[in-house]
């Protein structure tokens, strides 16, 4: 059975005490392409340095996190577009907006989020967006930028089934990870009626780790538990969810 986590910070500092291990953990469970999404240029070595030691498995991508962006974002998204420029990278992101812990940047997050979509589609590239209590200043920027080019992920998906089936509007897939396994999560009670065709599997390791290790560190191992509670809401064997999920990860990052 081959998995693909398809949104894994492996690179950040809370692996740097057992990586190697943690890498080997996934392995062991078929989990064997892994897409590692920026945040900003204070962790660019880190994620090269990640490819560099498993090239056959880490598959970058670039770009601005809406966290990320402060006063100096402009000087940020040149060095995104740089990067982008000189070499290849798999997807531009993540990139989105961010209202959950700072709303004074909302304009910036806005104008760099246009920015990166507009790069990803002269790049023919997904784009990867992070939304959080922002569903709909995301959609409102996607509205401006919908064509035939405009494709990508939906990170970390919590919304409704009214929001999902609007996402998927927008040419996009919707990554499920750990949020699917809580008590209180709500995407569990509705998923069923996305087709699964649309939906790819991710951790965000390590954060939001599913049911049993919520509240610890996440790693790209506990995908399996993601999986499994797949299996139940889709009642598909684990094997045939792995295949679609693995194959609209295909699709979307053309790989």
Request: aromatic share 12%; with cysteine.
């Amino acid at each position: 059975m081959i998995l693909t986590d398809t949104h894994t910070h492996l690179y950040v500092e809370q692996f740097d005490e057992d990586r190697s291990k943690m890498m080997q953990r996934a392995f062991n469970l078929g989990i064997s392409r892994f897409f590692i999404p920026a945040i900003d240029s204070e962790y660019h070595r880190a994620m090269f340095d990640l490819e560099k030691h498993y090239p056959e498995h880490i598959f970058l991508m670039m770009g601005l996190h809406p966290t990320s962006v402060k006063e100096n974002y402009q000087e940020e998204l040149a060095i995104v577009k740089e990067l982008l420029d000189k070499r290849k990278f798999y997807a531009v992101g993540e990139t989105g907006i961010d209202l959950y812990w700072d709303t004074s940047f909302l304009k910036q997050q806005q104008d760099a989020f246009k920015t990166q979509i507009q790069w990803a589609k002269e790049k023919d590239l997904p784009v990867v967006i992070h939304s959080r209590e922002s569903f709909d200043e995301i959609f409102e920027v996607l509205e401006g930028e919908k064509d035939e080019k405009l494709r990508g992920i939906f990170h970390c998906f919590t919304g409704t089934l009214e929001q999902a089936n609007r996402a998927l509007s927008f040419n996009m897939k919707l990554g499920i990870g750990g949020v699917v396994t809580f008590k209180n999560g709500k995407i569990d009670q509705f998923l069923k009626r996305i087709p699964l065709e649309h939906i790819v599997l991710e951790t965000d390791a390590p954060y939001l780790a599913p049911v049993p290790f919520r509240g610890k560190r996440n790693e790209s191992a506990y995908i399996v538990n993601i999986l499994e509670k797949l299996v139940d809401i889709y009642n598909l064997t684990p094997q045939e969810i792995a295949e679609i999920t693995t194959q609209n990860s295909k699709d979307v990052f053309r790989i």
